[in-house]
């Protein structure tokens, strides 16, 4: 939309702007790095920045302003017509694609580029043209039949790889070892070079070629990058933290040495980085190319205290980052904080929707952001069953899913319901199963097999009747399978049934290691736990009662149109498809240690870059809200620990950021704010640097005690708890610490410490005297000047071994000095 055609008459409206927006608003001179939060208005300051400059004098065609995304280059050309007078010019609102798009146009029509069809090729022609170029650049036949069993994971893997090489102006095989791609992924090389190929030579493009390939003629011929440069006097730039190598190359192209840059962003609002964004463009690479004025927009007009509170105490805790902290504007709604069980059956989760509801809430204001899509699985499930209004954005329904589907299948065998349909739908429905148990069989030869149980009247037992072609272990696992669809015709229960099935072939972990990726195999492995969970949930188990149970909920979903924005439904979507949104109402179900931070698929990032991504999404998901946040998560009332002293599974403990975020002490600030009240008036907390700070933007000036740096529970501090008594401190790993007790060992998840354990030995811990190895035994508690306290794990001739947090370090005996903190003796 180009805002230059609208020709209506529009009067002339100035927002009021804060003191920050006013300094941004009239910058003048150079180029401007501008920091703003989460809700903070910038749209607003930016238009106004721009009506000043075009008021100053300056001529609108030497002005270009550049959005990420089609939906933000909409509306920001709309308050952009709104906030002006018709008798004011304005220049046009780009997308990064868009602008490139018009230069390949312009190109390819000088002969700097060969001609091409300026359309994008359709998904359906890119699969084809894809899955070509993948089948042949395979080397095996086992492999060209993994592509042709799995043909879907491979395409969308391949598209990944695509986007991503073309995010950047290194070779694919750079960009390939630098994503750390598993080792199957190879061939993706040879297969992008293979689709380039085809595609140049037919003249078509992708919407990343947009970018792609005007930059790769830039870059092979610097005379045409300084002809083009130069051009323009003003470049105003939205969500800079987003940009990549090849956006970021295009615009220091086209800016040359004559046009300034105003670019607006938050570096802790980078979550694109599978896109090849980085915060390190906002955070150094502008810098190093650009001196500039630093603006800050640091008062958010979304949310109120509580949340404001709790999102800078979590995202404090990355190191790549600007030092802004947000804080709640005067006029934003009090928003309030809820941290929630969720419990096995989801039941809470639909519980929250029908009391908003039940307040004069409208579903349509409620959204779940899930970090992964098999976490929306069990949602829409409980959301379904208690009748309440809900629609996917982005992604399937759960019953629509190709596992589900097969589950579905499974319980009409379950009911003796399979054979009722036309025999070419129990032939479909028999393959799809047989595709399903991953036999490692070609689909042509699984197809025959489907038709001879159906034929001959055997029913599943001619599943035993194999090939000679097949495999021992292909026999076997068809064989496996032949009696687990034996034994699942004659279940009554439908839990039972399909649970004896998945473990009797032990699917869950086939689909998790056969997967192309951790993440796949992680999504489809916990779509299926939760379809099932929630069939075990069901207090009647009759297969038969369950389908009908579940077409109903089919039915009761199938009214609601994912299109039709005049249905009042909860939205369920991803966290990362929620950047740039905002609801009144915001959940976020499932935060587990295993969550969130996501565990699978690390392999890509170290683990230290991986913890700060994770950390902005869940950042950027809970400034979502507007006046509720509820965060939904398991064991949040396991006060009392887990008894045996070792950590349980991560995804039966709390995320580790619902501790970052000091949600306690977040709400009493907060509250206290809220209702004008001094805070910790009749309040015990200790704050903390997050909580000073934010006082003193404010210019409150209050006393109270702040919460000294360090970690009071480490190895060897004694504890008390009140129903296990006193106890030491004996291990400490991320998520938690263990605390051996006069009879037993008990863990506590980091989330409970400070609430359920009191420190009672802080007096005399440490002593003056410096000792060395000779001096320790195993089990030993000591401090460390360099790694802070320990536990002696073992002693040798030469070196002594001590446990740190961040591991075990071993030390020379005869250099190691230390102090004992206690003695095992």
């Known amino acids: 939309m180009d805002i230059r055609t609208f020709r209506h008459e529009i009067p002339i409206h100035l927002p009021m702007l804060t003191d920050e927006q006013i300094l941004v608003a009239r910058h003048t001179r150079g180029h401007a790095r501008v920091t703003a939060v989460a809700g903070a208005g910038k749209t607003t300051t930016m238009v106004q920045y721009l009506l000043e400059r075009l008021r100053a004098g300056m001529d609108p065609r030497l002005v270009r302003v550049v959005m990420f995304n089609k939906a933000a280059q909409e509306d920001f050309s709309r308050k952009l017509l709104l906030a002006s007078a018709s008798s004011i010019s304005l220049p046009p609102v780009r997308t990064f694609h868009a602008m490139g798009r018009n230069l390949a146009i312009a190109l390819a029509k000088e002969g700097h580029l060969p001609p091409f069809d300026p359309a994008p090729l359709s998904e359906a022609q890119l699969r084809i043209e894809m899955l070509r170029a993948l089948q042949a650049s395979v080397g095996t036949s086992g492999q060209r039949a993994a592509i042709a069993d799995e043909q879907q994971q491979w395409l969308d893997a391949f598209a990944g790889f695509v986007d991503l090489?073309?995010?950047?102006?290194?070779?694919?095989?750079?960009?390939?070892?630098?994503?750390?791609?598993?080792?199957?992924?190879?061939?993706?090389?040879?297969?992008?070079?293979?689709?380039?190929?085809?595609?140049?030579?037919?003249?078509?493009?992708?919407?990343?070629?947009?970018?792609?390939?005007?930059?790769?003629?830039?870059?092979?011929?610097?005379?045409?990058?300084?002809?083009?440069?130069?051009?323009?006097?003003?470049?105003?730039?939205?969500?800079?933290?987003?940009?990549?190598?090849?956006?970021?190359?295009?615009?220091?192209?086209?800016?040359?040495?004559?046009?300034?840059l105003q670019v607006v962003g938050d570096a802790d609002q980078c979550i694109y980085e599978f896109r090849g964004a980085r915060p390190d463009y906002m955070l150094k690479h502008f810098g190093d190319s650009y001196p500039h004025s630093n603006y800050q927009m640091s008062r958010t007009f979304r949310y109120g205290h509580q949340l404001a509170l709790a999102a800078a105490h979590l995202i404090a805790n990355n190191q790549r980052r600007e030092p802004v902290l947000c804080i709640s504007a005067d006029t934003a709604p009090a928003t309030k904080i809820e941290l929630c069980l969720q419990t096995a059956d989801g039941d809470t989760l639909a519980e929250v929707c029908l009391s908003e509801h039940a307040n004069g809430r409208p579903f349509k204001d409620m959204v779940f952001l899930c970090r992964t899509w098999a976490q929306a699985a069990p949602v829409e499930l409980v959301l379904l069953q208690r009748g309440i209004p809900n629609r996917i954005s982005g992604g399937s329904?759960?019953?629509?899913?190709?596992?589900?589907?097969?589950?579905?299948?499974?319980?009409?065998?379950?009911?003796?319901?399979?054979?009722?349909?036309?025999?070419?739908?129990?032939?479909?429905?028999?393959?799809?199963?047989?595709?399903?148990?991953?036999?490692?069989?070609?689909?042509?030869?699984?197809?025959?097999?489907?038709q001879k149980a159906l034929r001959d009247g055997q029913g599943f037992s001619a599943l035993n009747l194999s090939d000679d072609n097949l495999s021992i272990y292909q026999e076997q696992r068809l064989q496996r399978l032949a009696e687990a669809l034996v034994k699942l015709e004659r279940s009554s229960s439908a839990s039972v049934g399909l649970n004896e099935f998945l473990t009797g072939l032990d699917l869950l972990k086939l689909i998790r290691d056969n997967a192309l990726s951790k993440e796949e195999g992680e999504n489809r492995a916990a779509t299926i736990s939760a379809f099932v969970g929630f069939i075990t949930m069901q207090a009647e188990q009759d297969p038969a009662a369950i389908i009908n149970l579940i077409q109903g909920m089919g039915l009761a979903g199938g009214v609601l149109s994912d299109r039709d924005a005049l249905v009042d439904a909860v939205t369920i979507t991803t966290m990362h498809r929620s950047k740039g949104l905002e609801w009144p109402v915001v959940i976020l179900p499932g935060l587990s240690a295993h969550y969130m931070p996501y565990q699978a698929g690390n392999r890509r990032r170290p683990d230290a870059d991986q913890q700060e991504s994770e950390r902005r999404l869940m950042y950027v998901a809970m400034t979502r809200a507007i006046n509720a946040l509820y965060l939904f998560a398991p064991s949040i009332d396991c006060r009392n620990g887990w008894l045996g002293g070792l950590r349980p599974e991560l995804n039966l403990l709390p995320s580790p950021f619902l501790q970052e975020m000091n949600i306690p002490l977040a709400k009493a600030i907060g509250a206290a704010l809220d209702t004008r009240e001094k805070p910790f008036a009749a309040s015990s907390l200790a704050n903390t640097a997050v909580g000073v700070a934010y006082l003193e933007a404010l210019g409150l000036d209050i006393e109270f005690t702040v919460r000294a740096s360090g970690n009071k529970f480490d190895y060897g501090v004694c504890v008390r708890h009140s129903e296990y008594g006193d106890g030491r401190i004996t291990a400490i790993d991320e998520h938690g610490l263990t605390v051996h007790f006069a009879n037993q060992q008990v863990y506590f998840s980091s989330l409970h410490v400070e609430h359920v354990l009191q420190v009672i030995d802080t007096k005399n811990e440490i002593g003056p005297e410096l000792e060395n190895a000779a001096e320790f035994i195993s089990g030993d508690v000591l401090a460390h000047s360099k790694f802070g306290r320990g536990v002696v794990s073992s002693i040798d001739t030469r070196f002594i071994h001590v446990r740190f947090r961040e591991g075990t370090k071993t030390f020379r005996r005869d250099l190691f000095r230390a102090t004992r903190v206690s003695s095992r003796s």
């Open 165 to 260: 090489a073309k995010s950047n102006l290194q070779t694919p095989e750079t960009t390939f070892f630098a994503a750390a791609y598993p080792d199957q992924y190879q061939l993706f090389i040879e297969a992008f070079a293979r689709f380039e190929q085809w595609r140049k030579s037919a003249g078509r493009v992708t919407f990343a070629d947009y970018l792609y390939d005007p930059c790769c003629a830039l870059l092979a011929d610097p005379k045409l990058g300084e002809f083009l440069a130069n051009r323009v006097d003003l470049f105003v730039v939205d969500e800079f933290q987003d940009i990549n190598d090849i956006q970021f190359f295009l615009l220091k192209t086209l800016a040359g040495d004559r046009a300034r």
């Open 397 to 450: 329904r759960v019953l629509e899913r190709q596992e589900i589907k097969v589950l579905l299948i499974l319980l009409r065998i379950m009911a003796g319901r399979f054979y009722e349909q036309n025999p070419a739908d129990c032939e479909q429905q028999l393959f799809d199963c047989l595709r399903f148990c991953e036999l490692k069989i070609k689909h042509d030869v699984l197809r025959r097999y489907a």
